[in-house]
């Protein structure tokens, strides 16, 4: 089964909603960093996020990074996503597990930690991006989303996030939701979305059960919407050799000159795939060249 996103409003106006599943894109980001279970659902909370906080975009040239730090075991997670709802994740330290939480959940929070901020960084292609910033709620991830939301985009937000796996550690249930209360809304309307949120005690227990649909369902319980958009998601990454080389460029003649010297080999690894990139000595006095003359 593949990824599934979908994008739907009430038809009074009143909410709009994101929901989708990530057991593919969280399973290939474990495999990719080889991610502890703690740290497995971290990643995979944020991935889900940025999934459907991208297709919030408005432009396909746009993108968004999220990056949470608690200064927590796990250091920092950053994800990147577009208009497309593919997304890329990085983990500091995937090598992390702890004991489950009081509710004999994965202990996120504690893995995160809360002595820091949540960082939303908008590229619209204008000179500067947009950055938010808010203090990290209880490093849950999902609450920490929903205070930004609040914060800074003054839109009030109910988000859930989850991903479960199986007793070898493969994700065998991920996904989530995003639903958003609209300037002007209706109080019935917000008063069943509220009573629907809260009778959802895991959003993967239910895309275990019912599937995507289910999800949405049970989100919309008694409250009409429409679906304006439904796609398939995937972990993508963008990386590229033109893209390394401009990396190596950028660290500027005397660090490239440095080393072609001691070591007369680059090897370059991509922070969200982990794809390796060579450039012998011959490739890094060309990019030397490139340097001096840039």
């Known amino acids: ?16 909603l994101f929901c989708c599943t990530t057991i593919n894109i969280v399973e290939e980001a474990r495999l990719i960093h080889n991610t502890y279970p703690v740290a497995t659902a971290a990643l995979g909370r944020m991935l889900t996020a940025g999934s459907m906080m991208g297709t919030m975009l408005k432009s396909e040239k746009d993108s968004i990074t999220l ?36 509710k004999g959940k994965f202990d996120v929070g504690g893995a995160v930690g809360t002595d820091g901020v949540f960082t939303v960084i908008k590229d619209l292609g204008l000179k500067e991006p947009y950055i938010g910033q808010v203090p990290i709620v209880n490093g849950e991830i999902g609450d920490d989303i929903a205070s930004y939301f609040v914060s800074s985009e003054q839109t009030p937000t109910a988000v859930a996030l989850g991903v479960r796996l199986t007793q070898n550690g493969t994700v065998n249930s991920a996904g989530g939701f995003i639903a958003q209360v609209m300037p002007n809304a209706d109080e019935k309307t917000i008063d069943l979305l509220e009573r629907n949120v ?42 590229n050799r033109d893209r390394l080389e401009k990396a190596l460029i950028a660290l500027g003649e005397e660090n490239i000159r440095e080393i072609i010297e ?33």
């Open 198 to 239: 809260l009778n959802i005690k895991s959003v993967t227990d239910v895309i275990a059960e019912n599937g995507l649909k289910g999800l949405l369902d049970r989100v919309m319980n008694k409250i009409e919407y429409t679906v304006h958009e439904k796609k398939i998601i995937r972990y993508r990454c963008n990386c």
């Open 67 to 102: 990056q949470i730090n608690g200064k927590g075991p796990i250091g920092s997670i950053i994800v990147v996503s577009d208009i497309s709802g593919d997304v890329r994740g990085f983990i500091a330290n995937p090598f992390v597990d702890l004991k489950p939480n009081d």
């Open 262 to 294: 001691e070591q007369g080999q680059a090897e370059l690894v991509c922070h969200f795939c982990n794809n390796k990139y060579q450039f012998n000595k011959e490739e890094l006095e060309d990019i030397l060249n490139k340097a001096i003359n840039d």
């Open 1 to 16: 089964m593949e990824d599934i996103l979908i994008r739907c409003t009430s038809n009074d106006g009143s909410i709009r």
